[in-house]
């Protein structure tokens, strides 16, 4: 059994940054995966980046490339998103998921996680 709490949403304005934390606890391996996805009023949850993690493998949907960046805090034991030049459209509630195995090609796919978060809510004004 794995639990996740995530931390750092806010309210921010167009092109600020924000950070959010994923902690897991239970059984975790290098070989699970560690994902947020989001998911904004009226919409589907999407994915947005994931990680390994053993922490050497990454992936992230194009209209975050370039502006946030999924890691591992090994002394935290944690997996954070910076996220930096929000914009209105990355506005939605954040969830942390976790994978039994990180793959690359299932990790968009929320059908793949066993373990949610409960979420936190990113406010991008413009």
């Known amino acids: 059994q794995v639990r996740l709490v995530e931390s750092g949403g806010g309210l921010v304005q167009a092109g600020d940054s924000l950070r959010l934390s994923c902690a897991p606890s239970g059984r975790i391996t290098g070989r699970n995966g560690i994902t947020w996805f989001r998911q904004a009023p009226g919409k589907e949850r999407e994915f947005v980046a994931s990680?390994?993690?053993?922490?050497?493998?990454?992936h992230y949907r194009d209209s975050v490339k370039g502006r946030f960046t999924i890691s591992k805090d090994n002394d935290k034991n944690m997996v954070d998103l910076q996220m930096n030049s929000l914009k209105p459209e990355d506005t939605a509630v954040y969830y942390c998921a976790a994978s039994l195995v990180f793959d690359l090609r299932s990790a968009p796919l929320a059908k793949t996680y066993s373990y949610w978060g409960q979420g936190t809510t990113v406010t991008v004004s413009a």
């Open positions: 990680i390994k993690w053993s922490g050497d493998s990454t």
